[in-house]
């Protein structure tokens, strides 16, 4: 269940892989970026597009506008053909009527204004209706087609406002001028203004109080209309000739729709310009969303690819250090029969100075490390191999010598021939006790009395083949804790053999004991080679670790088990150079949990003068963890007490 869960859970961003971690990171917010930009670009095109048509409708309310003009002038001279039936001038009013169905033939109107319009000029041409049935006829058709023109115009983007608005009263203006223009030119040619006519004067000339119409023409006009009105109202001849009247009032209807025609035209060229410039910045804007994303992705990729490949690198190069080259090392390691020769790692080729290079240079340092322990793990194993050995072959001399004692005495017995054999035996034991403590063995817990510190000091000295050159000068009244005699015993020994082993036999290995604080200082000192200044830092370093890795066999075996003893103890073992030519001393240094100080075993107090240690038989061992003298050992005279202290 919980395989399947995690099976289930495996799209999970946690579960992603690097790539795709860093794709969706960087492939958000470009995403997020092109949307924007994307709807930056439609908002644009929608504008542009509402612009240009927008422009068409401007276009449509020029065209209606001309058809509006065209219109007028229609109603003008029907409504002159009308005032003056049946002697109007059909032809030109005939004319005027082609032009406007030209002009509405490419407007979209609906039908039901062109019908109106039928019936308009029916009655303007056949039937006798009054001038004011005719007028209102035309003004029920212009007002509808103006409605569509001023709907046209309706809806104008802000910038374009204002320019819409005054087209629209300008229109107005045209629209009062033009109705004016017809009903005084009518009543002109009837020779009066009927009341419906003066009442339709004065709301146009209201009207037309404030219109943008300032020029001679419209001075004129508004001249001639007051000069009606207040005529008509007197009762008096109008005295205004119809073509004084038409050229004025068509001057000025001329002078507003140029003025409209002009800021229409002025108006749809800005909002087709307005529109072109929209549609060019969205090109632009897409144009550079498209290079940027591009350019973006190009860059995503190179990023991705710079992370994901020396990833990729760094994973395979790791499971073949895990999965090949580490164990073809161990299995060299297990292999070889000696220390291996150094050797060379190849470094992961992943050198950026981001973190995934620290991290193959880390890699790269794990498997150093794990090349180098291998390589000292090999040396190790085989210089304990070659420590067992040799003690191995000390242990075959060391018997050898007890088999030729042994023959010597079957022969020709000798009372100083069972000293020899308890010394050898003596010897072997420690050989097999160096034996275990390089095999890691941990001795059985020891218990019993303390041991007297100069009992210790010549029992080890015993233990050593040249025994007669070691000199063990009197040592503060001190006993040793029982658990710590015998081990103190054995490497006590060690140093001694080290030290008879590599100074001249003629020279004398000395053995001396002092309190210090903390607790007791042992110091044995020889006068041979020496060891150079590297090395004895060296071997300290490996006392203190008991590390067995390139130790000589041949030379420092027992250094090693002294290490290992005294890091059983918590004793400090250390080397020091003495004066030039006079070879090395070695400290050992006691704690004083170990020590019992100015104290004796009962034992001992009566023999403490006597020279020369007390010799062990060999396999009797006595209660406090040391041999004791067989009946045949003998003091060796060559084993002494310092005569100045003694």
């Keep these: 269940m919980l395989t399947d869960r995690r099976r289930g859970r495996r799209w999970w961003p946690r579960n992603w892989r690097w790539g795709t971690k860093h794709l969706v990171v960087l ?65 030109t009013v005939g004319e005027q009527m082609r032009r406007v169905d030209t002009g509405l033939a490419v407007l979209p109107v609906p039908r039901g204004l062109l019908d109106g319009l039928a019936v308009t000029r029916e009655a303007a041409l056949e039937t006798g209706l009054p001038v004011e049935a005719v007028m209102t006829g035309y003004s029920s058709t212009i007002d509808a087609l103006r409605e569509r023109r001023d709907a046209a115009l309706a809806g104008a983007p802000p910038p374009m406002r204002g320019r819409a608005e005054s087209l629209r009263e300008l229109g107005t203006v045209a629209e009062q001028v033009s109705r004016q223009h017809a009903v005084l030119l009518a009543g002109l040619r009837a020779g009066e203004l009927s009341a419906v006519q003066q009442a339709a004067l004065r709301v146009t000339h209201a009207r037309l109080g404030a219109a943008p119409v300032a020029g001679i023409a419209a001075d004129d006009r508004a001249r001639l209309v007051d000069l009606a009105l207040q005529r008509s109202a007197a009762g008096t001849p109008l005295g205004i000739t119809p073509q004084q009247w038409d050229a004025a009032a068509a001057a000025t209807g001329a002078r507003v729709r140029d003025a409209a025609s002009a800021l229409s035209g002025r108006l749809r060229t800005d909002t087709l310009e307005l529109a072109a410039d929209l549609r060019g910045m969205a090109v632009r804007d897409g144009v550079v969303l498209a290079v940027f994303g591009l350019l973006t992705m190009v860059l995503l990729a190179l990023v991705v690819r710079s992370l994901v490949r020396p990833l990729r690198l760094l994973r395979s190069a790791t499971f073949d250090v895990a999965d090949r080259r580490l164990p073809e090392v161990f299995r060299r390691v297990r292999a070889e029969a000696g220390p291996l020769p150094a050797m060379s790692v190849d470094p992961i080729p992943v050198y950026g100075r981001e973190d995934l290079g620290h991290l193959a240079r880390a890699v790269d340092a794990v498997h150093n490390e794990a090349v180098r322990l291998a390589g000292e793990q090999a040396a190790l194993r085989s210089d304990v191999n070659d420590a067992f050995v040799t003690l191995s072959r000390r242990s075959q001399e060391l018997a050898a010598r007890l088999l030729v004692v042994l023959e010597s005495m079957r022969r020709d017995p000798d009372p100083a021939q069972p000293f020899q054999l308890d010394h050898l035996a003596i010897r072997m034991r420690r050989t097999s006790e ?64 080290n030290a008879t082993s590599f100074s001249d036999p003629d020279t004398e290995v000395v053995v001396s004991a002092s309190t210090v604080a903390g607790g007791l200082l042992i110091e044995i000192a020889d006068a041979g080679v020496g060891m150079p200044v590297d090395a004895l830092h060296e071997t300290n370093d490996r006392l203190a670790t008991s590390d067995a890795a390139g130790v000589a066999p041949d030379r420092r075996t027992g250094l090693f088990v002294v290490g290992r003893l005294a890091r059983r103890h918590g004793l400090r073992v250390q080397l020091r150079r003495n004066p030039p030519g006079r070879g090395l001393s070695v400290a050992v240094e006691v704690p004083a949990a170990h020590l019992q100080v100015g104290a004796q075993p009962p034992r001992r107090a ?37 005569p100045e202290q003694g």
């Design 27 to 91: 492939l958000v917010p470009l995403l997020l970026a092109g949307v924007l930009g994307g709807l930056r670009v439609a908002g644009e095109l929608d504008r542009a597009g509402a612009l240009e048509a927008y422009g068409r409708q401007v276009g449509f309310a020029r065209q209606a506008s001309a058809v509006l003009g065209e219109l007028q002038r229609e109603r003008t001279l029907g409504c002159e053909l009308v005032a003056q039936r049946p002697d109007g001038d059909r032809a």
């Design 606 to 642: 009566a023999d403490r003068r006597r020279p020369g240690p007390d010799l062990r038989v060999p396999m009797q061992v006595s209660a406090a963890g040391l041999p004791q003298r067989g009946r045949h050992a003998r003091p060796d005279p060559g084993e002494r007490t310092d």
């Design 434 to 497: 160096s034996l275990l403590v390089l095999g890691g063995a941990e001795p059985p817990p020891r218990s019993g009395d303390p041991v007297d510190l100069l009992d210790a000091l010549r029992t080890a000295a015993f233990e050593v083949e040249h025994f007669d050159r070691i000199v063990v000068r009197h040592p503060p009244e001190a006993a040793v804790d029982g658990a710590l005699a015998a081990d103190l015993v054995h490497l006590i020994a060690e140093l001694l053999d």
